[in-house]
C-alpha cells in the first residue's frame, strides 16, 4: 500500500536552534516530493518541492529538503529557526502526472522562546 | 487574480441533510481535488477532476459526490451528512505539480 510517514507528531525546538523534519514514503517508484507548512488556521502554503535532479533543494523561508532514494526519504531542514516557524509542516507526494497527492499525517513544530 | 475560493467558510448541518461546498480558480488549472483534514490524519484526498467532465475517486469518496462542468468550478456534494464527515475541507488546484490551496471550510454535522 502506498504511504506517506511523518514518525513525529510534535517536535519542540529553541529558537535558533536548528531543525530536521523527517519524511518517509512507500511507493513502487519515485515520486514528486513535497513539504507544505500550516498556520493555525491558514490553509497550506508549499514550501519545496522535488521532481528530478540535484538531490538537495532549496525552498522559501530558509528550508531546504534532501531526498535519498536508498532510505526513501525526504527530510526538512532548516539551520536556525525562528518564533515564526512555528506550524504544522506536511510532506506530501504527488502520483500519476499529479493527478493525486498523498500526505503524511503531519509534524507540529512548537518553538521555546 | 483571487486563486482558489471555497465557500461557506464555516457550515453546521444536522444529520441527514445534504449540501454542496463551492470551489472555484481563476488560474485556468486542469487538476482540482478536493480533500478533508482530521486531526492527527493530515489531508485526505475525496475526489480529484483532472479536467472538465472528468472526475475520479481519490481515499476516501464515499458519502461525497463530485461534478466538473467548467474548468473554474468543482464542487464537492454531501448527499446525506453524517457525523463522521465533521472536517475541514480544503479544495486545490494544481499546475505543473504545485497545489494551490482554498482557505478551507469547516464542517460540523450534528
Known amino acids: 500500500a502506498q504511504s506517506v510517514t511523518q514518525p513525529d507528531i510534535h517536535i519542540t525546538v529553541s529558537e535558533g536552534a536548528s531543525l530536521e523534519l523527517r519524511c518517509n514514503y512507500s511507493y513502487g517508484a519515485t515520486p514528486y516530493l513535497f513539504w507544505y507548512v500550516q498556520s493555525p488556521g491558514q490553509g497550506l502554503q508549499l514550501l519545496l518541492k522535488?521532481?528530478?535532479?540535484?538531490?538537495l533543494v532549496q525552498g522559501i523561508k530558509g528550508f531546504e529538503a534532501e531526498f535519498k532514494r536508498s532510505q526513501s526519504s525526504f527530510n526538512l531542514r532548516k539551520p536556525s529557526v525562528h518564533w515564526s516557524d512555528a506550524a504544522e509542516y506536511f510532506c506530501?507526494?504527488?502520483?500519476?502526472?499529479?493527478?493525486?497527492?498523498?500526505f503524511g499525517s503531519g509534524t507540529k513544530l512548537n518553538v521555546k522562546p | 487574480n483571487a486563486g482558489v475560493t471555497q465557500t461557506p467558510k464555516f457550515q453546521v448541518l444536522k444529520t441527514g441533510q445534504s449540501m454542496t461546498l463551492q470551489c472555484a480558480q481563476d488560474m485556468n488549472h486542469e487538476y482540482m481535488s478536493w480533500y478533508r483534514q482530521d486531526p492527527g490524519m493530515g489531508l485526505r484526498l475525496i475526489h480529484y477532476s483532472v479536467g472538465a467532465g472528468i472526475t475520479d475517486q481519490g481515499e476516501v469518496p464515499n458519502g461525497y459526490n463530485v461534478s466538473r462542468s467548467t474548468t473554474e468550478d468543482f464542487p464537492l456534494r454531501l448527499l446525506s451528512a453524517a457525523p463522521s464527515q465533521t472536517s475541514v475541507y480544503f479544495c486545490?488546484?494544481?499546475?505543473?505539480?504545485?497545489?494551490?490551496f482554498g482557505p478551507g471550510t469547516r464542517l460540523t454535522v450534528l
Open positions: 506530501a507526494v504527488g502520483l500519476y502526472n499529479f493527478n493525486k497527492f498523498y
Open positions: 486545490a488546484s494544481n499546475s505543473g505539480g504545485e497545489q494551490f
Open positions: 522535488y521532481f528530478s535532479g540535484d538531490t
